[in-house]
C-alpha cells in the first residue's frame, strides 16, 4: 500500500515537474542602451584654432568604466564618451560587447591629447594601449579623428 501510493505520488511530481519544465519559446530582448548628455567637451586645435564641440556622456564610477559604450548600436558624431580617471598612467582599453567601431583619443591632466588609437574594431578584446600617461579617454565614432584633423598637442575642455 506505501509503495503503491509513494509510486503514485512520485509519477504526479514527475508529471508535474515536466509540465512546468517545458522549454519557454520566449524572446529575451535587451533593452537599447541610449546616450544622455552630461557634459560638453570642447577639442582646440592648436594648429587653426578650430574648436570642435561634442555632446559627453561621463564615464567616472567603476561600473561606467567598465561598461563604456557596450551594448550601444549607434552614436551620433557630435557625441562621445569621456573617461575620468583618478590618476594618470598609461591606459589600456579594449572592445569587448562594443558593437560600433571607435577612435580612442587619449588625454593627460593638462588635458592634452597625447594619442589615439583609430578605428577600434567592434567586439575585438586586443589591448589597445595609450602609448603614454593618460588621465582622460574620449571615444568618439571611428574616422572622426582623421576627419576633424585632430593631432597630438591639441586641447581639450569639458564641463559637467
Known sequence: MFFKRFTILFIFVFALCLSGCKENNKVIKQTEVTFTKEGELHILKV????????DIEIADTDFDIQTGLMYR????NNQGMLFVFEDETERFFYMKNTKIPLDLIF???EKEIVSFQKNAMPFD???LPSNAPA???LEVNAGLVDSWGIT?????????
Open 135 to 137: 588621465q582622460y579617454v
Open 107 to 109: 588625454i593627460n591632466a
Open 125 to 127: 578584446e586586443s589591448s
Open 47 to 54: 594648429s587653426d584654432a578650430t574648436k570642435i564641440v561634442l
Open 152 to 160: 597630438v598637442g591639441d586641447l581639450v575642455d569639458f564641463t559637467k
Open 73 to 76: 548600436n549607434s552614436m551620433k
